[in-house]
Nanobody, 115 residues
C-alpha cells in the first residue's frame, strides 16, 4: 500500500520561509511524478508545483520565483521550499504521487501565514 506522509507545516510570519517534506512508502518512488497542491478556505484545490520523474518542474504563477520543488529519490522524499510567504499562501498543502493509472494523496499539512 502506497503511503504519503507530509511534514513541515506551521505558522509563519509574512516574508518568512517554510520547507515541506513528503515521504513515500510502499512503492518505487522514482517512477512517480510528484506534486504539491493546496486548498485554501472556501477555495478549490489547486496545483502549486510539480516535479516529473525525470526532474522537470512546473509551478503555479502565484508561486513562481518564491517556491521550489525538489526530490531525493534515494530518500523517497519530495520537498517544497517556500520563501517570501504571503497571507494568501495560507492553506492545507497536500502531497500527490501520480503515474498512469495511479494517483495517491497525503493527509495534508496546514500552512498559516500571519503576523
Amino acid at each position: 500500500q502506497v503511503q504519503l506522509v507530509e511534514s513541515g507545516g506551521g505558522l509563519v510570519q509574512p516574508g518568512g520561509s517554510l520547507r515541506l517534506s513528503c515521504t513515500v512508502s510502499g512503492s518505487i518512488f522514482s517512477i512517480y511524478a510528484m506534486g504539491w497542491y493546496r486548498r485554501a478556505p472556501g477555495k478549490q484545490r489547486e496545483l502549486v508545483a510539480r516535479i516529473a520523474s525525470g526532474g522537470s518542474t512546473n509551478y503555479a504563477d502565484s508561486v513562481q520565483g518564491r517556491f521550489a520543488i525538489s526530490r531525493d529519490n534515494a530518500k523517497n522524499t519530495v520537498f517544497l521550499q517556500m520563501n517570501s510567504l504571503k497571507p494568501e499562501d495560507t492553506a492545507v498543502y497536500y502531497c500527490n504521487a501520480a503515474r498512469v493509472g495511479n494517483n495517491y494523496w497525503g493527509q495534508g499539512t496546514q500552512v498559516t501565514v500571519s503576523s
